[in-house]
């Protein structure tokens, strides 16, 4: 075959990551200007790509997951570790692991749904096998698996549970069984859960159903909320090859299929790209306004938390909405979401603020003095400044009132308002109004001496008081 000048075609599924239908997410706004800093999170330089890293544990049964976070934490030598759902010691499977920036996803990756395998042991079985026969106890396991799919509850263990035992709300999803051994009277079943639940309660109410005693015999989890077996998960024993490599070898290729970026546990949240200008500002906590996005996705409800990404796939914040995406459509005002957690750090990229057009102009205006210190109108202010500010009350009119920070803007028209009745005082009251701030600042510097004075005097009364009467003691 000839060789060919065209192009491969990529489509939107074949993207990495936060990326991946990009295509098929909803537009905002079709241009904007990239700039190059930040990196794709496949990459990153291995000591971001370490930074911003997760790994998706096999962990072994013996050693409690404390005891494997630290072990990692030391083999990599980085400054955090967490770990997104606590394992017994007993218990093996899929442990994430988050490193350094990744940690501050633990919380929202501990309420993910949790899937196990587990080994059930009837007791007292001998019982059992004489009452009913195996394709009657196959109906029965059936029936009591069917009356335990749903919301349940339940008490913490006794034994090995560093949780209050209260009772609580868990619900089952799902349960299906794999395996049922008639003749040792065991049952190997697949349960997806919510966070929280406790297997081996659960096998006791297994028990309880079918009128005999049960006990779990053996535990595995095999999905932590997006991430199960089949997602690159790596052992202790991998870690530890691919850091001596890296250290030794300087060779980063194992451990960078060991390690995953973090927006790998974000690929099914709901995301909305912005602009790299506005990126800065959102790792230094500030709510994202509408003007900032690109994309965003269609199904967004108020409230709801969402994935704040820059145009290259990175996870900039975890954000909770205040607009639906109805609302990011029809609108051209307003926050869109507020952050609720970083995840970027600050500075990497440039700071945006302060560059645009009417900023430059006003802080040239403070330079001349024709505005006070920090922007205030004065009265040598020009007029073709003071009309370039927006008449809210009237752009509440054309918009309708459907404005979903419809609240906000009167505040901030209830406060223009206030500085322009200020700004139309004439320089005879003004000079006034300040004699009379300095009167009262001096009357309370008077207060405040003589009340000094007055507790000085006091303490020198009972000094002498008390050597008194300690001399006729």
């Not at 759902?85 to 218990?91: H, K, R, Y």
């Amino acid at each position: 075959m000839l060789p060919t000048q065209a192009k491969p075609v990529l489509h939107s599924e074949e993207l990495p990551l936060l990326l991946k239908n990009y295509t098929q997410l909803c537009v905002k706004s079709a241009s904007y200007t990239p700039t190059p800093a930040g990196y794709s999170p496949l990459n990153r330089p291995i000591a971001e790509h370490l930074k911003y890293g997760v790994i998706n544990l096999d962990k072994v049964a013996g050693p409690s997951s404390h005891e494997v976070v630290s072990w990692v934490k030391r083999i990599l030598n980085v400054e955090k570790t967490g770990h997104s759902g606590t394992l017994d010691p007993m218990v093996s499977g899929n442990l994430l692991v988050c490193i350094d920036r990744a940690t501050r996803l633990v919380k929202s990756q501990q309420a993910m749904g949790k899937s196990y395998v587990s080994i059930l042991q009837f007791n007292n079985y001998e019982a059992m096998k004489k009452q009913f026969s195996k394709d009657q106890m196959v109906l029965k396991i059936k029936e009591v698996s069917k009356l335990l799919t749903a919301p349940q509850l339940q008490r913490p263990p006794a034994e090995g549970c560093a949780v209050k035992r209260v009772l609580r709300v868990r619900e089952i999803y799902k349960m299906d069984i794999l395996e049922f051994n008639y003749e040792e009277g065991r049952i190997v079943f697949k349960v997806d859960c919510e966070s929280g639940t406790y297997i081996r309660v659960l096998c006791q109410h297994f028990g309880y159903l079918m009128g005999c005693d049960a006990f779990m015999l053996e535990l595995r989890r095999v999905r932590s909320g997006c991430l199960d077996e089949t997602t690159n998960m790596v052992t202790l024993h991998d870690v530890l090859d691919a850091a001596w490599l890296l250290k030794n070898q300087n060779d980063e290729s194992y451990i960078r299929k060991v390690v995953m970026p973090l927006e790998a546990l974000l690929i099914d949240e709901k995301k909305v790209f912005i602009k790299d200008s506005a990126v800065n500002s959102i790792t230094y906590g500030a709510p994202l306004l509408i003007q900032g996005v690109v994309r965003y996705s269609s199904n967004i409800s108020i409230g709801d938390t969402v994935i704040i990404c820059s145009t290259k796939g990175e996870a900039i914040a975890l954000a909770k909405a205040t607009m639906s995406s109805v609302d990011i459509a029809g609108l051209n005002h307003g926050v869109v979401c507020k952050t609720t957690r970083v995840i970027m750090d600050r500075d990497t990229y440039e700071k945006q603020w302060g560059k645009g057009e009417q900023a430059l102009e006003r802080l040239q205006l403070i330079e001349k003095g024709l505005l006070g210190k920090h922007g205030e109108i004065q009265d040598n202010t020009p007029h073709t400044w003071r009309t370039k500010w927006t008449d809210v009350q009237k752009f509440l009119e054309e918009a309708g009132n459907t404005c979903a920070n419809a609240g906000e803007y009167k505040v901030v028209e209830e406060k223009t308002h206030i500085h322009n009745e200020k700004t139309d005082i004439t320089e005879e009251e003004r000079k006034a109004q300040k004699e009379e701030k300095k009167r009262a600042k001096e009357a309370k510097k008077k207060e405040k001496e003589e009340k000094k004075e007055k507790n000085e005097k006091d303490e020198e009364k009972k000094e002498k008081k008390e050597k008194k009467e300690s001399k006729k003691d």
